[in-house]
């Protein structure tokens, strides 16, 4: 199995930008693709982004192209999140998630999470 740690979120104004990372330990980190994911208050987690483990194909959710871009540096067994024109409805709690088999969105085949890192977006 592997263990993820977050970190990196912050409190930002709107437009600005932050940098997420996810560093991994135990497991192989290249056997796994990786995702985040975040949380609002009273909202449901949902999905943000993901790259597959070789870092050949990506997904984006819709609300975040174009702003938000997900990469990772498998020797340093690293995931980043590279968050520009930061809108206040991306407050939330960021998590990194890990998986192996299919290259997924959904949040319920993730198998191994982070802690999570507050971001908070001000208006």
């Known amino acids: 199995q592997v263990q993820l740690v977050d970190s990196g979120g912050g409190l930002v104004q709107a437009g600005g930008s932050l940098r997420l990372s996810c560093a991994a330990s135990?497991?192989?980190?290249?056997?796994?693709?990786m995702g985040w994911f975040r949380q609002a208050p009273g909202k449901e987690r949902e999905f943000v982004a993901a790259i597959r483990w070789g870092g050949l194909n990506i997904y984006y959710a819709d609300s975040v192209k174009g702003r938000f871009t997900i990469s990772r540096d498998n020797s340093k067994k690293t995931v980043y999140l590279r968050m520009n024109s930061l809108k206040p409805e991306d407050t939330a709690v960021y998590y990194c998630?890990?998986?192996?088999?299919?290259?997924?969105?959904?949040?319920?085949?993730?198998?191994?999470w982070g802690q999570g890192t507050q971001v908070t977006v001000s208006s």
């Open positions: 998630a890990a998986k192996t088999g299919a290259f997924s969105k959904a949040t319920t085949s993730y198998d191994y």
């Open positions: 135990g497991r192989t980190f290249s056997d796994y693709h």
